[in-house]
């Protein structure tokens, strides 16, 4: 009796594991081809900064429905590799985030996300937790993008008030320049979809 309850645990569990690998694919960031920056504008000039160091995991519904959809985003990215060419640019945005006590920028959503197809093109929204500076705020973010081969790209961009995240708007040139409020988060990621999970986006190629 004890063999046969462990031989059929045993096969339980080569069943969920089976359906576990099966059921949602995570397409891979290509790094080289993604970018993700923060832009805002001043009393003085418009300015920009880049973010060098973030992953981004996301998660594709393995059935092949008729409108594919985004299952779960996961955004990492490290506060200190934000930066800029301009050195004083770079400090002051440090200032802004403090990386030492807050190192980690993350957005997470566990959300479905039905992409809307057109021509090739699909677009959505995405709604998660968005944290930084240790503060986590509920957002939308709206996004496109297009299918090329085995290649997914997603862009979009969303505007956000530093007051809302505990951050002070950076001063320099003893308060000379002052900087707005109000900042716009732009990204534009591509990934690499795996051969067997591209049967959920077959509808955007068409």
Same mark, same amino acid.
Not at 15 to 28: E, F, L, R
Not at 36 to 47: I, P, Y
Not at 125 to 137: A, F, Q, S, W, Y
């Given at each position: 009796?004890?063999?046969?309850?462990?031989?059929?645990?045993?096969?339980?569990?080569?069943?969920?594991?089976?359906?576990?690998?099966?059921?949602?694919?995570?397409?891979?960031?290509?790094?080289?081809?993604?970018?993700?920056?923060?832009?805002?504008?001043?009393?003085?000039?418009?300015?920009?900064?880049?973010?060098?160091?973030?992953?981004?995991?996301?998660?594709?519904?393995?059935?092949?429905?008729?409108?594919?959809?985004?299952?779960?985003?996961?955004?990492?990215?490290?506060a200190a590799s934000i930066t800029?060419?301009?050195?004083?640019?770079?400090?002051?945005?440090?200032?802004?985030?403090?990386?030492?006590?807050?190192?980690?920028?993350?957005?997470?959503?566990?959300?479905?996300?039905?992409?809307?197809?057109?021509?090739?093109?699909?677009?959505?929204?995405?709604?998660?937790?968005?944290?930084?500076?240790?503060?986590?705020?509920?957002?939308?973010?709206?996004?496109?993008?297009?299918?090329?081969?085995?290649?997914?790209?997603?862009?979009?961009?969303?505007?956000?008030?530093?007051? %809302? $995240? +505990?951050?002070?708007? /950076?001063?320099?040139? &003893?308060?000379? !320049?002052? #900087?707005?409020?109000?900042i716009t988060v732009t990204f %534009? $990621? +591509?990934?690499?979809? /795996?051969?067997?999970? &591209?049967?959920? !986006?077959? #509808?955007?190629?068409?």
């Open positions: 009796m004890r063999a046969f309850i462990l031989k059929t645990l045993w096969v339980l569990l080569i069943m969920y594991g089976g359906c576990s690998s099966t059921s949602a694919q995570n397409a891979v960031l290509l790094k080289d081809e993604s970018n993700l920056s923060v832009s805002g504008t001043s009393n003085l000039h418009d300015w920009e900064v880049k973010a060098e160091d973030f992953s981004v995991d996301l998660e594709l519904g393995s059935e092949a429905t008729v409108a594919p959809v985004i299952e779960k985003v996961r955004l990492l990215c490290k800029s060419d301009n050195s004083i640019m770079t400090n002051k945005t440090r200032d802004a985030l403090k990386p030492d006590k807050n190192p980690e920028i993350m957005f997470r959503s566990d959300d479905p996300s039905s992409l809307t197809v057109s021509n090739g093109h699909f677009s959505s929204t995405i709604t998660g937790d968005l944290t930084i500076n240790g503060v986590k705020r509920k957002v939308t973010v709206p996004f496109e993008g297009t299918i090329t081969g085995n290649k997914m790209i997603v862009k979009g961009s969303k505007s956000l008030k530093m007051g %809302d $995240f +505990s951050i002070k708007p /950076p001063t320099a040139i &003893m308060g000379a !320049l002052k #900087t707005d409020e109000t %534009d $990621f +591509s990934f690499n979809v /795996p051969e067997e999970n &591209m049967a959920t !986006l077959s #509808t955007v190629k068409q």
